[in-house]
């Protein structure tokens, strides 16, 4: 099992810039992709940003450019460097990490944060 934890959120001008940091536990060296993802009150949960334990990243269209996501080792929190925001990135964010399945016939293991409030607004 791995437990994650975020922090960084809270409430930005618009333009203006916030980190996330998710901080992963337990059995941290199993997991092969970490990422973010946002959702908004009505809406499904959508991706943000994925990182690998190879290096390889992912990103949504909508944050290209914008969003960097980093990962030093599987010991260091995963980060989301979130730069000129807008309204429309106001949304609860959190931290996702996918671990490889307990049997052949199994699905990958998704386990969540408990996510962390974005607010975009002058």
């Known amino acids: 099992q791995v437990q994650l934890v975020e922090s960084g959120g809270g409430l930005v001008q618009p333009g203006g810039s916030l980190r996330l940091s998710c901080a992963a536990s337990?059995?941290?060296?199993?997991?092969?992709?970490m990422g973010w993802y946002r959702q908004t009150p009505g809406k499904q949960r959508e991706l943000v940003a994925t990182?690998?334990?190879?290096?390889?990243?992912n990103y949504a269209d909508f944050v290209k450019g914008r969003f960097t996501i980093s990962r030093d080792n599987p010991k260091n929190p995963v980060y989301l460097q979130m730069t000129s925001l807008k309204p429309e990135d106001t949304a609860v964010y959190y931290c996702?990490?996918?671990?490889?399945?307990?049997?052949?016939?199994?699905?990958?293991?998704?386990?969540w944060g408990q996510g962390t409030q974005v607010t975009v607004s002058s």
């Open positions: 990182i690998t334990s190879g290096g390889s990243i």
């Open positions: 337990g059995n941290i060296f199993s997991i092969y992709t």
């Open positions: 996702n990490a996918v671990l490889p399945p307990l049997s052949r016939s199994g699905s990958p293991r998704n386990y």
